[in-house]
Each structure stands twice: as C-alpha cells, then as structure tokens.
C-alpha cells in the first residue's frame, strides 16, 4: 500500500531527478546503435515520416538506353530481374535496389555495393546487386594512405578470420562515403552531421521525463469524501475515528483486488484540487515547440517567419530538403553509370562493340516536387515537341504511358471514338468524327480547339518581350475580349508568370506562350468560380 508521504516523495523524485547528459558518440559504431533506437521506436513522430517521404521521393524510375537497340533491350530485361534469385524475401528489379540505396544513404550513409556477375543472353551481366548492412563494417588503413584503406565484415582485432573485401573475377565491390572527404576512414551518417540525432535525444529526454511524472502521478490517488452541507447543520460531522474506519474498510477492500494505489479520507469541504498536479505545465506544447523546430531544420525544412495583417504566421521552406534528395538521385545515378562502365568493361572481349556504345543511365523526375506551374510547363514544351508524350504524360500525372497506349489501340480497334463521340448539343467541335478524322494532327492546327486559338492569337498579336506595365498595353485582340477587371487579372498573371519563365531563362516564344496559358487559366478560374 503507498501511503501519501510515499506518493509524493516519488512525485518530487521524478521531477528533480538529474537527468542523464544529452550527448552524440564520436565512434561510428556507437553512433549506428543510436540512430537504430531512434529509428525503431520514433518517439519524436517526425524523422522517420520525414525519412519515408525522402526515400520515396528520391525512388524514381531508372532508364537505360545506348545507340545498340539489342544492347538497350538486354540493359532494360537486367534492370526488370537483377536479384531474382536472391531469396524469396527480396523483391526483384532496379526500383527495390533504388529504394535501398537511400534508405542506406540516409541511414549509416556507408554505402558497400556487393556485386555479383554471371552470364546472361550471351552478355556478363550482374545478376545481384545489393548493399551491405553499413553499421557491420570497419575499415583498417595501417599504411595511412589514400589508397591503403581496407574494408571489413565485422570487427577484423577480434576475428581475423572475417572476411576482407577483395574485388575478384566474380564480384566486385564499390564503397561510396556520400557526405565526407576522401581520407576519412568512417563517414558520418547524414542524421549525425545535420545534428537529427542530437535534438531527437533531447525531445526523447523531455518525454521521458513527462511520461515518469505522469505514470507516478495519476494512478495512485483515491480520495474519500464523508459528510454533507446537511450532516454540518444538523451537527454530524464525522469524527476522526470514522474517517479511519471508513478509510480501513476501503483499503482492505483494495488489498483484496491487489491494487496499488493512494487512498485517503476527509471532511467533505476538503478540495482535491489541493492534491492533484497541474498537468497543464508539464505537457505545455512549449516545452517541444524549440526542439520540434530545430528537429525539422536538421532534416531540411527550415522555419522562416513571416506577418500576415493580422498574426505572425511560420513557414517551413523545404528547399534544403528538396535539394539533398535531388543530390541523391544524381549520386545514385553515377554509381549505376559507374556500373554500366564495369559492364561495358566485363564485355569487351566477346562483344566488342559494347565498348563503342554510350551508355546513358537516365533518372525520372522527382514527382513529389512537380508544381502545378511545372506541369503547365510541360505542356507548353510538349506543344512545341520538345518533350515526348511519353514523358509529357508520365511527368504530369500517375498514368502509365504503356497502359494508355494500349487502351488508345483497343479503342481504335473497337472504333470507341466514333461510339462514345457526345452529341451535338455537347459537342465542342461542333461536327462529328469524320472518315478524314487525323489524331496525328497537332493540336494548334485542328480546327476550333483552344490549342489552335491559342497559335491564333499569338501569330496576330505583336510578340510581347517585356512585362505589361498598362492595361492599354496588352495586345488589342485580347484587351478587346476582355471587361476591365478581367483586363487587369490577365495583365497581373501574365506579369507573374512572365517573370517566372524569364528567371528559366525560357527563350522569347516559350516564355510568351507560358505567360499567355497562365494569364488564360487564371481568368477561366475567375469565372469558373462565378
């Protein structure tokens, strides 16, 4: 049974406890065993959301393509089934590769790639690739050179029998230190150099803390109210004898059940909130709010402040963060050029013409980062044939180019255009497919379609090379169509967008027809709102 005196001197003991020294290790496998507590149970509920939003943004689509067209479709069968036959556990293909790689990076940022070659359709290709556990490796450089480092599975002063990494005829080995000098023996891990780990153990010691208090606090107190307004009237106040007869009988009560708590018994005019903490203070989101902030600035998402008319508002700017994920598709992508270059190499005695061949290793964009002002943009490069309609429609949205190519094929062949064409109250063009119907023709050269009275306006209007200063200075044949207000909606978005496509350093056309897509969009958004 805990008595009052008991409850509370654990209370203090909680709260004045010294607390253990926040610190980072030096070692790099100390500094492993910290970010692996961290990562398994997140108490701080943001760096392995943050990490997942990472790792699947830098998961991009890989291609591969040379000037040999049997080469390009023996690269491509390799990307789809290298490590096919590892285990049943381990998924297939490039983009699992691709996802492990920047877990890797993120994570220890020791990157060993384990190599394993076999022969395949006639070429020496590798049939696995996967990387190895970076907190598992040391590293050895008795000779103290650039050159004399030597890399081990496992600790090799307790076990020299452990294997040392030596590149052989069947495998090879490619070890990689993204975010350190070359002499450095060890790398530090991304999550200890942005100071992640640091802040993630101070906000697990502040929750640490709050969560002894309150685990201390709230189960253990019980208290028993006896008498009434009424009972002190009439003169029958309870004596001190019947406190503790009632207080006896309710503790032996609760000894049979076997619970541990705090119990006690007062006159009725006894006010408990006397006896409970105030839990506002101890979980005051203030006491985080420092740590939080600091915690998303070390992974990227830098807090700037800014004033809105009525109340000081904080943004979180994610460039860093989108600049270090765009850094590691490029990193990643070297290390797969590096393995074409070993490929290419592996070959050059049976296919000689191997070696005369580019190879080029090609990420896709990085979708989570595509703004609705990118994907105007790429329209406007697709309209003008400068992006393919395959990456116009895998850039802009989640559709898959191969699926739709195929769904277009069995609509022709099932004549769906002809079948589902609208009626002629809802029929934009205004006539019906006709047996001349060309879906080759380009957009700004079918009739009646916003893309062809775009091209219209642009080849009558004078070509705009500056921002619009004047509502009379936009083009007549637009300023005519247009109310005043509508007039100046369309110059202030033709500005906006103007000064965008110059800051891309667009070229005159293309920085004309962006702003003129934008400035239309804009005011059909007005009246669509309407």
């Not at 006491?287 to 800014?306: P, Y």
């Not at 180019?401 to 195929?406: I, K």
């Not at 009275?453 to 619009?468: D, H, L, Q």
């Not at 207000?485 to 978005?493: N, T």
């Amino acid at each position: 049974m805990i008595t009052e005196n008991e409850y509370y001197r654990q209370l203090f003991e909680h709260a004045f406890a010294s607390t253990k020294k926040v610190s980072v290790a030096t070692d790099f496998h100390k500094r492993m065993v910290q970010i692996n507590n961290i990562l398994d149970n997140d108490k701080t509920a943001l760096i392995s959301t943050i990490l997942e939003f990472m790792v699947g943004s830098a998961t991009t689509d890989i291609n591969i393509n040379t000037d040999n067209a049997q080469l390009t479709k023996t690269l491509n069968e390799w990307k789809t089934n290298v490590n096919k036959d590892i285990n049943i556990d381990i998924p297939k293909g490039i983009r699992s590769f691709t996802e492990q790689y920047f877990r890797e990076r993120w994570k220890s940022s020791f990157i060993v790639l384990v190599i394993k070659w076999k022969k395949m359709n006639g070429f020496i290709l590798p049939s696995r690739m996967y990387l190895m556990d970076g907190a598992s490796i040391y590293v050895q450089n008795k000779k103290k050179n650039l050159n004399s480092n030597e890399y081990w599975f496992g600790q090799p002063l307790k076990d020299e029998s452990l294997a040392l990494i030596n590149n052989s005829e069947y495998t090879t080995y490619i070890v990689r230190k993204p975010f350190n000098q070359w002499y450095d023996q060890y790398p530090t891990p991304y999550f200890v150099r942005t100071g992640t780990v640091y802040h993630a153990e101070v906000k697990r010691q502040i929750l640490s803390r709050q969560e002894d208090i309150i685990n201390t606090s709230i189960p253990y107190s019980v208290f028993i109210k006896l008498g009434s307004d009424e009972a002190i009237r009439r003169g029958l106040v309870p004596s001190k004898p019947d406190m503790e007869a009632v207080l006896s009988e309710f503790k032996k009560n609760i000894e049979e059940n076997k619970r541990e708590l705090n119990v006690n018994a007062y006159p009725h005019d006894v006010k408990f909130e006397d006896f409970i903490p105030d839990y506002k203070k101890i979980l005051d989101d203030s006491l985080l709010r420092g740590v939080d902030k600091n915690l998303l600035s070390s992974l990227g998402l830098i807090e700037l402040m800014g004033f809105s008319s009525t109340r000081q508002e904080a943004i979180l700017n994610p460039k860093v963060l989108i600049e270090e994920v765009q850094n590691g598709v490029f990193d990643y992508v070297e290390l797969l050029t590096e393995v074409m270059d070993l490929i290419k190499e592996k070959n050059k005695g049976v296919h000689r013409n191997i070696v005369n061949n580019e190879i080029r290793v090609m990420p896709g964009i990085v979708k989570a980062f595509v703004t609705d002002e990118m994907r105007s943009l790429i329209r406007s490069w697709y309209d003008r044939g400068v992006v393919s309609k395959k990456d116009g429609l895998e850039n802009t949205t989640a559709l898959d180019f191969s699926v739709q190519l195929n769904e277009r094929d069995l609509e022709k062949k099932n004549k769906i255009d002809e079948r589902m064409h609208p009626p002629i109250v809802q029929n934009q063009e205004q006539h019906s497919v006709s047996p001349d119907f060309n879906e080759d023709v380009p957009d700004d050269k079918k009739k009646d379609t916003p893309e062809a009275n775009n091209y219209k306006n642009a080849s009558f209007c004078e070509a705009i090379v500056e921002p619009i200063k004047r509502l009379k200075d936009i083009p007549e044949d637009i300023r005519g169509l247009l109310k005043q207000k509508e007039q100046k909606i369309f110059k202030d978005s033709f500005n906006e967008a103007f000064q965008k496509a110059t800051d891309l350093q667009l070229d005159d056309d293309l920085r004309e027809k962006f702003s003129l897509e934008f400035a239309y969009n804009k005011l059909k958004e007005l009246k669509s709102g309407e």
